[in-house]
């Protein structure tokens, strides 16, 4: 009998998996659930607005979800619809691909102070995520700050600082491009506790920050070191170096007036959050590296105003049942991606938040792997049909391919000039899309 799977979140690294499976040799029906009526996870929410290039995978997986033995459940959401326990009761195998949807906390004084935010909201408030578009971040402030010195720190600062111009052929939309448009924002501070040569940014989108049109970039303090430190691997060294060539063109950049300002703040440890009711400042201690390479405070502390906070520190696996949880990792405890028999991981859930897009592939490949070995005898429960019947017994209305397919042409139809699509920001107006006829399990 043919084997099922349920793929548990339609981001990258569960559209990787149910490739993986396809390629196998097992009869496979593989149903993906999706708690948005949209798949495609942080390509469609995460991934910056201005970075059509990299949402392009999309259409490989739009491919793969049209294979005859994949099956989309949009608007479906595990431990809200149904618990695990259900879900594995009515499939051979589970694989959870929720990603990584919670901000970690900076765990300093002031953090709940108005207007800051983790960037898992904000990125999703500029992206159009359903969860987040309430947000309301206050952009009337001269000033902000984005703590962190990954590639989410300068997408976030490369959104506040471009020009409408510059975001028209992006699906930023409306009430994001509103609310960044008439910002008062000038001065923009990312802070990183070390330095420009242990910063985890990629060089394409470090040099992008060269290349803003009305806003300069510079390093406090100025200093760029000479070389890569020694104790990195080729890979690693060269893209340090890059950046660290690509931090020299910064600084020689002309001042020509523009109206922005980004500040590298490197060795700065962000120690309380300044403010009334609402941020008005961060406090950091200067650091540095001690001869062990240990990174210690030098005793010189300072104020960094700041209207607006946004911290981009790492995300984490959302609890579901009573699995267990690596803490420092944020995700899943696993081995090789298998919870338990029948139960595995893959994407961030497993790995926790790094790595890019095609990082998850490897994860897909590894659980098919797993799966291939423990069903490959065939399979017993009945899956879809059985997972049909449950959400209909409870009024729940999901969403199949065609009926995203709808949503996603209705999104295409409604763009602006030059941009691809005017994105739904609100799940009612994406269910509105679909004919009352079509609709199933609907209440
Ligand atoms: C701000 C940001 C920008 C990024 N930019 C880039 C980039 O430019 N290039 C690049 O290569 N990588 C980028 N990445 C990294 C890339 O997005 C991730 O590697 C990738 O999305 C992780 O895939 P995933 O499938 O594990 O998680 P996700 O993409 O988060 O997908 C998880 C899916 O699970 C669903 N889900 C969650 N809980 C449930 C539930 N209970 N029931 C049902 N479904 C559920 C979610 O709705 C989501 O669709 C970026 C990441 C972020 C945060």
Redesign the pocket.
Known sequence: MTVTVAI?????????TAESLLRSALDVRIDL????P???????????PD?QH?KR?ERAFTRTAEHPDVHFYGH??????LTLDELRGLYDAVVL?????HDRRLGIPGEDKANIFG??AF?GWY?GHPDHVSLNPALDGESAAVIGNG??AL??ARVLVKTAEEMEHSDLPEHAARAIGKAALRDLHILGRRGPAQAKFSNP?LTEMTTLADALCRLAPPEVPEAAPNDLDERTKRVVERNLATFRTMMERPDQGERRRVQFRFWSRPLEILGGERVEAVRIAHTRLDEAGRLVDTGEVEEVPCGLLVA?IG?QA?P?ADLLFDRSGGHYKHEDGRIVSGLYC?????RG????????KA?GADVARHIVEEHGAGGRKSGGPALEALLAERGIRWIDAEEWEAINQAERDAAPDGAPRKKFVRVKDMLAVVPKERRHGAA
């Open positions: 548990v979140g339609a981001g990258p690294a569960g559209f990787y659930i999706e708690r948005l949209t798949p495609f996870g942080l390509v469609r929410s995460g991934v910056a970075h990299t995978v479906v959401a595990l431990g809200e619809d691909a929720v990603g990584a949807p960037a898992s990125v992206n590639n989410v997408d976030i989108e981009a995300y959302p579901l893959v994407g961030w859930c497993r938040p790094s790595g890019t897009i095609g990082t998850n994860d």
